[in-house]
């Protein structure tokens, strides 16, 4: 689903375990795990409370993650039918439906939330038709993926604190700049993609997004200088891009880790003060 971790494909074991449906498809994407749990922190951070309404979007977030495996690997399987990924993407997908549902029964202002899973599904559409047409690692795809991923930081805010702020917003556009930085990053270890000029387009122009964030007061200065965690991050990559390009994928996820932790400790103290 990432460009965070290295591209997989079902082995021999993996194919046989296929075959026992009672087991649960787990996705494999450590990356998107941090990208989810940031997003989510930053937006209970935000609200300054949790509640069962928290706990209920950590369990929804999670599971509509999840669901996204099943179906991409029934849909890579093309003509066969794997009673294992109807059947646990059938429960991680009924699981976040259903909690969606809940929250639009229980809230009296819905718009935001049909905004949110309209996105969502969307993301998820465009995601399984590209796999359908091998372009799942494509940058569009990427993108589009990575935002619907960000979400989860206005869906945990709005129902926990029944409202949307517009400093919420802000967040989720900033949190798809900075981590959509690194489908750029990753793309310079390819030989096909390695061109630095689509990573230097992209963080240009989420700059000048940020700053005009900053500027108008979506977000405080200090909240907006956490982009610049990216541009010191890829500004390094840059300048060690032989190491970066030939490096073990392990080396690379530190440097990904560690650039996003740093990023999340940035605008949680932003929030806090």
């Known amino acids: 689903m990432t460009s965070i971790s290295a591209d997989s494909q079902l082995s021999s074991s993996q194919f046989n375990h296929s075959q026992k449906w009672y087991l649960p498809t787990f996705s494999p994407e450590h990356g998107v795990y941090i990208i989810l749990i940031i997003s989510f922190l930053i937006g209970v951070i935000s609200a300054q409370q949790w509640t069962w309404a928290t706990t209920l979007a950590f369990i929804c977030v999670f599971c509509g993650f999840q669901a996204e495996r099943p179906l991409v690997l029934q849909i890579k399987q093309r003509k066969s039918w794997k009673p294992r990924f109807l059947l646990w993407g059938s429960v991680y997908?009924?699981?976040?439906?259903?909690?969606?549902?809940w929250f639009l029964w229980q809230s009296q202002d819905v718009l935001p939330l049909l905004l949110i899973y309209a996105g969502v599904a969307v993301a998820l559409i465009i995601d399984l038709i590209s796999v359908w047409y091998r372009q799942q690692k494509s940058i569009p795809n990427e993108l589009v993926t990575f935002t619907a991923l960000c979400l989860s930081t206005?869906?945990?805010?709005?129902?926990t604190t029944g409202t949307i702020s517009q400093l919420m917003i802000a967040l989720w556009i900033l949190n798809t700049l900075f981590f959509s930085t690194t489908i750029f990053t990753m793309k310079l270890r390819k030989r096909k993609t390695a061109s630095i000029i689509p990573g230097l387009v992209f963080?240009?122009?989420a700059t000048i997004i940020v700053f005009i964030l900053g500027l108008t007061g979506w977000l405080t200065p200090l909240t907006a200088s956490a982009f610049m965690v990216a541009l010191l991050k890829f500004a390094l990559i840059l300048w060690r891009k032989n190491w970066y390009c030939t490096t073990k994928i392990k080396q690379v996820a530190i440097v990904e880790t560690v650039s996003s932790l740093i990023f999340s400790a940035v605008v949680i103290l932003s929030i806090c003060n």
């Open 93 to 101: 997908g009924g699981i976040a439906v259903a909690i969606a549902i």
């Open 154 to 159: 206005p869906l945990v805010y709005t129902v």
């Open 203 to 205: 963080h240009g122009v």
